[in-house]
């Protein structure tokens, strides 16, 4: 019965511990394969059975125990994984996912779940240990590695593990599954007055005797998951006598107290006893100091580690930590308090904002310098916050490792993944939401950009395909691009195909680029195969929704013959930006700063032809004012200040290679403000990515600059 | 869930636990039902209706019991569950909870 928290817990581990494990498969499969490796694959399987265990998930216990066999005997050199062996294993680590996430009433009546389950199992046949090490006494050559007999297990849990979720009731039920709890003694010793009990607080301690056949790793594997400060210690059967006294010194309890649970556990006689604890007692008197324990300990058999909770520390260590020696610590944060605290800050820099402009009015000198000192605060505070929802891409990038080498296998092609920028950041949110689109881009241009093998080398290309993915960053978004080396998508093709489905009409003419878009188009697909990957035509245009309800855009580029590429850009965080406060008549707007490269005025820069472009130190660029994009009222003449300020100002902004001016009536400064995404209904609303809430009350529009140039590029094309 | 049932007599105290006896109770269970009880009487416990316990509540009838007998009093277990004989079992702890005579449904 242990706590829904505790399983959850055991869940996040096991997930850990699934992923490391695949990624070790995969070092393995490109030619790593050294005990080391061997040992982390083992591990991770070993300690997810164990503590399935405890939680009596057998479903999962059962299935891993085999798999745990086969990478037991890798790991001890009776056989080698090669690559049959190795895809099995693959399979394998894939189904314990599976089983970990289904609850063991979802897996009885899943009749699919089993079968798959046995018919791994039937795989795994040829590698498998011919003997089970796990079957009790009946099995009288059992491997030396495991020994049958009375266990003696003493049990002292910390007093917190049942408000852990931890309850002794688990371990004893586990104990009881691994073999036969000959005896168990409930010592009440440490129960208080009535007057002082704490009923969330354990009292009770164990002394159990166990029966059963096994290596002490399968009973100290139970504990993988207790607390630190438990003392659990175990003693295996055919233990020294001093082995025993060692145990009765170390306990807290009286000598002759745990001598007589020892005697009713049938560990040792009373006769062995009484001369032990004599003998013991006859060398202090004589030497005037016991023998240290550890000397007792030194010819014993069987006993590896001092009688003393090394056992589960070691356990802890070596299983629990990741093997890189540089892991920085982590903890566990739950993302519901994270996304709390920065929606907090958020609504501080909004306050900010409100504080900086009223301290502004005063003209109090001391009290504009305090409250710049705490804007310079505020704003550490918010990198700092936005720092903790960034996480690097590459983890994400990872994932795919797997999925471009299972499908390579499927398609019957050679593909390498390249992969660059993976320390790249991105929001955590976006993250999730990235993974679909990508999977459906990866997939794509695995089965439809890159040429069978024959085409390849037919067209004198590198057997081996290659797909790369990438992610920089470029003027305050984040760029991910997944390229092939494939055959190019065929405008021609695409453009045959809209016509068919209707899309567009025959005699319609569109640029290269615009052909291209088409494919996000939906119901639109021109793959001659519908396979079971990609071609149903339900793919682009979702991916292309996915991308821009994250506030990004999506661009194909391609070469016929030599491969696509397909771009994503995202704006680096959907929390908080710094920006460049403008206005247009009465509305208010925000450029995100990382756009902005200048701030000029337009008489300087005008183009003599009256073309709408500005001459910029030899560049033309075109531009664009607000006021027509959107349309704003007319200059009201007779607001005499206003009038007298000039009103040309220009923004030149610049999103990747491309360069334009935004012209707008005032310049207002710098801000940093909270994003708040506009809602679907304003999605036709081209040039505006969200609204902000300034410091005086206003609500500023947050422009969308990507959009914004691709609509002065495009008036401009018109009027050429 | 769990719900605690007096019954006091003369000179007999009946007690009816039912429900779940876990640590996600045990605070109330102990704090708000038996602490507050009086200990000048004999016991009957009657745990037929636990459907569920574990190490927290079994802490604390054991904690009940012990109290009961440092009165001078006797303390009997008059209904007993599945449930808790499976986990008395376990841990082999019938003694520490002797069960009466009397069987009253």
Known sequence: MPSEAALEIFYAESDELLEA???????????????EILNEIFRSAHTIKGSAGIFGLDHIVEFTHVVENILDRARDDEIRIESELLNIIFKCRDHMSVLVHASSDEFAEDDA????????????KPWAQAAEPESSSDDPNSTPATQAGNWHISLRLTPECLRNGMDPNSFVSFLGSIGTVVYIETLMDALPEFDNFDPE??????????????????????????????????????????????????????????????????????????????????EKVAHGKARQIGELLEDE????????????????????????????????????????????????????????????????????EAVNSLGGFTELLRDAALNLRMVPIGSTFQRFKRIVRDTAQELGKNIQLVIEGAE??????????????????????????????EVRRENNKPEAGTLKLAAFHDAGNIVIEISDDGGG??????????????????????????????????????????????????????????????????????????????RIRLPLTLAIIDGFHVSTGQTQFIVPQAAVIECTDLASHI???????????????????????????????????????????????????????????????????VVKPMGPIFKPLKGVGGSSLLGNGDIAFILDITQLIETVITVEAHEL | ???????????????????????????????????????????????????????????????????????GKTCEVTGMSASVQNYLNLFNLNEAMPVSGLQLS
């Open chain 1, 21 to 35: 494990m695949d990624s070790a498969l995969l070092r393995m499969e490109d030619g790593e394969y050294d005990s």
């Open chain 1, 113 to 124: 779940m089993q079968e798959a389950g046995r018919l791994l199992l039937e795989s795994l």
């Open chain 1, 201 to 282: 607080v354990l009292y009770l301690a164990y002394e159990i005797a166990l029966d059963a056949d096994v290596d002490r790793d399968a009973i100290e594997n139970a504990f993988a998951f207790v607390q630190e400060d438990s003392q659990i210690r175990i003693l295996p059967p055919d233990s020294v006598v001093d082995e025993y006294v060692a145990l009765i010194e170390a306990l807290p309890e009286s000598n002759e107290r745990i001598g007589e649970i020892l005697i009713r556990c049938g560990a040792i006689s009373e006769q062995t006893l009484q001369q032990a604890l004599a003998t013991q007692l006859g």
């Open chain 1, 301 to 368: 058999k069987g006993v590896s580690n001092k009688v003393v909770q090394a056992a589960v520390d070691k356990q802890r260590s070596s299983e629990i930590k990741k093997p890189a020696s540089t892991a920085p610590q982590l903890i566990r944060v739950d993302a519901e308090r994270l996304d709390h605290l920065i929606n907090l800050i958020g609504e501080l820099v909004i306050n900010r904002q409100r504080v900086d402009l009223l301290a502004a009015h005063t003209g109090n000198e001391s009290l504009i």
């Open chain 1, 424 to 453: 790249t950041e991105l929001d955590r949110l976006m993250v999730e939401k990235l993974t679909d689109p990508l999977t459906h881009i990866v997939r794509n241009a695995m089965d439809h950009g890159i040429e069978p093998l």
């Open chain 1, 489 to 566: 998508i065929v405008p021609e093709k695409i453009r045959a195909k809209a016509v068919e489905k209707g899309v567009i009409d025959e005699d319609t003419h569109l640029p290269e680029q615009d052909i291209l878009q088409l494919v996000f188009h939906p119901g639109f697909s021109t793959a001659e195969n519908v396979t079971n990957l990609s071609g149903r035509g339900v793919g682009m245009d979702v991916v292309k929704r996915n991308v821009e309800a994250l506030q990004g855009h999506i661009e194909i580029h391609s070469v016929v013959g030599e491969g696509t590429t397909f």
């Open chain 1, 607 to 673: 183009d003599k032809n009256g073309r709408n472009c500005i001459n910029l130190r030899g560049d033309m660029i075109p531009y664009v004012a607000l006021r027509e994009i959107f349309q704003l009222p007319d200059k009201e003449p007779d607001i005499e200040e206003k009038s007298k300020e000039r009103t040309d100002n220009l923004l030149v902004v610049q999103v990747g290679e491309d360069r334009a001016g935004i012209l707008v009536d005032h310049l207002h400064g710098e801000v940093q403000t």
């Open chain 2, 1 to 71: 869930m769990f719900t605690c049932e007096v019954d006091i007599q003369k000179d007999l105290t009946s007690v009816s636990l039912a429900g779940e006896l876990s640590i996600y109770s045990a605070a109330q269970l102990f704090n708000e039902h038996i602490k507050t009880l009086d200990y000048s009487n004999d016991f009957l416990v009657n745990l037929q209706g636990v459907e569920e316990i574990d190490t927290a509540g079994v802490q604390i009838l054991l904690m009940l019991f012990r109290r009961v007998w440092h009165e």
